[in-house]
């Protein structure tokens, strides 16, 4: 093998390895008598690179045709294994440029506390904005309000009739930037048709906060956490890779007379963020 590239990469062969202007990372041949595929055995060896930071998030990986090379395999095998690191949401790729290791640092979402009394006295902007401020990150919130007929899986929960209706809060929340997460609220039309929650403006305070000012204190919470794969639309929104499973979580609130006050639906990449509860020992 001669190491030659057309495709002009940064990476040559070299031994047993590959080298590249950031370091060298190993590559162990592929054992055609196994019982593994070529192509998981190729994944392998480079979700192994990855997870040990021999390949760096957002770095280029070997092309095509150095891993043709190296391992000896057709085009479609090398395409394969990269497929497969790619619907596990490691890697990215794009025409013309190669594949790259995702670099997106998951945000920390602390479900426990999100909605909790003592957050909603502290908090002085939106509780998204203030949770990414304290990671070192930097928030965006973008709004749409609209007077709905909720769906009969939110209508259930709220407890509304068939033709009742809702406010729907719609934000897509940003994180550096990039897209983050969909985070929809609904709350019965009659509890909240004077308040700032019909008026298509951000809340600094937040919704909860004027919840309690209208005499409906959330006092307990149901969470349902299902993961699944994004519709398109949820795709699109979210810019979210082939591959990448979404979280959804549906919060409940309840007012002191344990009447539903509000439902919350939140779609959460897999790849964006991590999902922290505080649960109690006794």
């Known amino acids: 093998m ?22 060298t990372f190993c590559l162990v041949s592929v054992r055609r008598a196994a019982k593994q595929s070529l192509y998981g055995q190729i994944a392998d060896q480079l979700r192994e690179a990855i997870q040990r930071g021999d390949l760096a998030p957002g770095e ?11 391992y000896d395999v057709s085009r479609n095998t090398v395409r394969l294994a990269l497929g497969a690191l790619t619907n596990e949401g490691l890697i990215s790729s794009s025409q013309g440029r190669g594949s790259f290791v995702r670099e997106r640092t998951p945000l920390q979402f602390f479900a426990s506390r999100t909605d909790s009394r003592s957050r909603r006295e502290q908090l002085v902007k939106d509780a998204f904005l203030s949770d990414a401020e304290e990671q070192g990150r930097t928030g965006r919130i973008d709004l749409d309000v609209a007077i709905v007929r909720a769906a009969p899986q939110f209508a259930t929960r709220l407890q509304l009739d068939d033709n009742a209706i809702a406010v ?9 930037g990039e897209p983050y997460a969909l985070a929809d609220s609904y ?37 349902e956490i299902t993961t699944r794969m994004p519709t398109s639309d949820e795709a699109r929104r979210l810019n979210i890779g082939p591959g990448t499973p979404v ?3 549906l919060r409940t609130a309840y007012d002191q007379d344990d009447r539903p006050v509000r439902l919350a639906a939140t779609i959460l990449p897999g790849d964006r963020y991590v999902l922290v509860y505080d649960v109690a020992g006794d």
Request: net charge negative; with cysteine; hydrophobic share 30%.
């Open 60 to 70: 280029q990986l070997p092309t095509e045709q150095q891993l043709m090379d190296r």
């Open 168 to 176: 729907a809060r719609r934000r897509v929340q940003y994180c550096d």
């Open 2 to 23: 001669s190491g030659t590239d057309p495709e002009g990469s940064r990476y040559r062969l070299y031994g047993q390895g590959i080298i590249g202007l950031v370091g």
């Open 187 to 223: 709350f019965p039309y009659e509890l909240v048709r004077d308040s700032p929650i019909t008026q298509p403006d951000n809340l600094p305070q937040g919704a909860n906060k004027v919840l309690d000012d209208l005499g409906h204190d959330q006092v307990r919470f149901r969470d």
């Open 247 to 249: 979280a959804q979580l």
